[in-house]
């Protein structure tokens, strides 16, 4: 921009020029243990929705979209197939592979039927009021209310999702599967994300090979 301010170059050869996004820090990531008790800390209302981004990954942007026909407790799945944008409201997922299953676990499905008993609609938003999703606003400040009064470490929904990866990483999930769960668009962008929280030395990928065939042998 000098340069042109001064007349030494007639364009701005980096007008127009999309630089990639920056990766400092990683992002915080739960431990088993916490996240266990962040969700406790929090009030009861808001529990079902910070355990949905924790322990099955959607994106806020599915959590605000998701209604209770995209709940299936008795088959223990739950079928991303909208998003939500601030601007334009419900919208179809950013690609074909945003639409996908993730498995409802345990530790979860007491949350949504919680959830579900709560529900003024059964056929509105899973985390809102009627058609209207949640605020997220709102949900950051409730929660961060609560997480500073338990003296635990705030977290955001988006870390919240990375907690899941890692809690699928920790727990065996293959990447491939991890990547399908995710909504991402291909395995590598899974393995940049999550890469270094799988097992990369000899003496994990030995641990994991022999109590793989002590299973098999059992």
């Given at each position: 921009?000098?340069?042109?301010a001064?007349?030494?170059v ?10 990639p996004?920056v ?7 739960a ?30 942007g ?21 998003s ?45 009021t ?8 709102r ?11 338990a ?20 727990a ?26 799988m097992?990369?030395?000899?003496a ?15």
């Amino acid at each position: 921009k000098r340069a042109v301010a001064k007349g030494q170059v007639g364009v701005n050869p980096t007008t127009g020029l999309s630089l990639p996004a920056v990766r400092g820090k990683r992002d915080r990531i739960a431990s088993p243990k916490e996240a266990c008790q962040l969700i406790g800390a929090l009030p009861a209302e808001d529990r079902p929705l910070w355990a949905t981004a924790m322990y099955a990954g959607l994106r806020r942007g599915e959590l605000m979209a998701l209604r209770w026909e995209d709940v299936d407790l008795a088959a223990g799945v739950i079928r991303v197939e909208r998003s939500w944008d601030s601007k334009e409201g419900e919208i179809e997922p950013k690609s074909a592979v945003g639409r996908r299953t993730v498995p409802i676990a345990t530790v979860l499905r007491h949350h949504l039927v919680e959830q579900r008993i709560r529900a003024a609609d059964p056929e509105g938003r899973v985390f809102g009021t009627g058609s209207q999703p949640f605020s997220p606003t709102r949900v950051r400040v409730r929660a961060s209310k609560a997480w500073t009064k338990a003296e635990l470490e705030p977290i955001t929904l988006h870390e919240a999702r990375h907690t899941f990866a890692s809690l699928m990483i920790a727990a065996g999930v293959n990447a491939k599967a991890l990547s399908t769960y995710m909504g991402h668009a291909n395995i590598s962008i899974t393995l940049d994300r999550y890469g270094h929280l799988m097992p990369g030395n000899e003496a994990e990928a030995a641990g994991l090979l022999d109590a793989y065939l002590n299973r098999a042998a059992a």
